[in-house]
């Protein structure tokens, strides 16, 4: 079993990376599982959203404890809230910033494998707004390929096309392939 954590804020599309992390990996004849556990629900709130994706039926539904790769969309949230917990040496940790991955790993005290990707920058220059949540996608699937980019990006495709239109659809499907292309670290 594959196992994320997604931490973010109110308003920032954690819950929808999650959806659309599993719906992908449903496709491709996998059992999944995508919840968010809330805070106080208010936007700008810290939030977490946890995925599973698993060859096998899942038994548990308790929030994910050790997980296999931690995204961290809201890059305010490394001084609010403790990312590196039920971590291994083992997990990825991808960080929505402008900072080099070594910066990362000196503030929070992580020597195992970090990745930067300045996915506000890449929405904000192609959606036009801060929406990081689908351009961290393609960095989660450049460093563990969990799932495929083109099965992502068929998905994308199929659920943004009637809901806001080609042209932006285009746009979120442009952002993960650069987040793909951009992500740095180890």
């Known amino acids: 079993m594959f196992e994320i954590i997604i931490h973010g804020r109110g308003g920032q599309g954690a ?30 709130a810290p939030m977490r959203t946890f995925a599973r994706i ?13 997980p296999d790769a931690v995204i ?9 809230v403790d ?4 971590i291994t040496d083992k997990t990825v940790i991808i960080v929505n910033t402008t900072k080099s991955s070594e910066e990362i790993k000196k503030k929070i ?12 920058g890449i929405s904000i220059d192609m959606l ?9 996608l393609g960095a989660l ?6 799932i495929e980019l083109q099965t992502l990006l068929d998905k994308i495709e199929g ?3 009637k809901k806001i239109g080609p042209e932006k659809t285009k746009a979120n499907i442009e952002c993960v392939k650069k987040a793909y292309d951009d992500v740095k670290g180890g």
């Open 159 to 161: 659920m943004f096309l």
């Open 54 to 66: 698993s060859d096998e039926p899942i038994k548990t539904y308790q929030p994910v404890t050790d």
């Open 15 to 44: 819950k929808t990376a999650a959806q659309l992390i599993v719906d992908t990996a449903i496709d491709k004849g996998k059992y999944i599982q995508a919840f968010p556990e809330y805070g106080p629900e208010r936007t700008g």
């Open 128 to 136: 036009g707004r801060n929406m990081p949540n689908t351009p961290v």
């Open 141 to 146: 699937i450049k460093v563990t390929k969990v």
């Open 72 to 80: 961290v969309i809201d890059p305010t949230l490394l001084d609010v």
């Open 109 to 120: 005290g992580f020597s195992g494998k970090l990745y930067t990707i300045d996915a506000t």
């Open 83 to 86: 990312v590196k917990t039920g």
